[in-house]
């Protein structure tokens, strides 16, 4: 079974930057899609930034374009999340996510899940 576990999380102030990776257990770009979900305290665990090697395809959020960026090195299994003049409101647990389908609008599809990295933005 496929396993994916995040890491690169932490504390930054606001404005900082942040690399999140998402490494799989096993060849993954190659029929999967991955993609970035996030949930703050309390809120809905939305979808942030999705890649697809399959259809040529990244997505982000509108509340992250022009900020993070998202990218894979198919040699490593790994997916990367480079997150740049981060907010206080980007605040939560991170999850990578694999799908036959690249899409941000629901999480359903998504069948393998990593554990999580916290990020917090604080002064």
């Known amino acids: 079974q496929l396993q994916l576990v995040e890491s690169g999380g932490g504390l930054v102030q606001p404005g900082g930057s942040l690399r999140l990776s998402c490494a799989a257990s096993?060849?993954?770009?190659?029929?999967?899609?991955i993609a970035w979900f996030r949930q703050a305290p309390g809120k809905e665990r939305e979808g942030v930034s999705c890649?697809?090697?399959?259809?040529?395809?990244?997505y982000y959020a509108d509340s992250v374009k022009g900020r993070f960026t998202i990218s894979a090195d198919n040699a490593k299994n790994t997916v990367y999340l480079q997150m740049n003049s981060l907010r206080p409101e980007d605040t939560a647990t991170y999850y990578c996510?694999?799908?036959?389908?690249?899409?941000?609008?629901?999480?359903?599809?998504?069948?393998?899940w990593g554990q999580g990295t916290q990020v917090t933005v604080s002064s």
């Open positions: 096993e060849i993954t770009l190659d029929y999967y899609a």
């Open positions: 890649f697809s090697k399959n259809e040529g395809s990244t």
């Open positions: 996510a694999a799908s036959y389908i690249c899409t941000l609008v629901t999480d359903t599809t998504y069948k393998y």
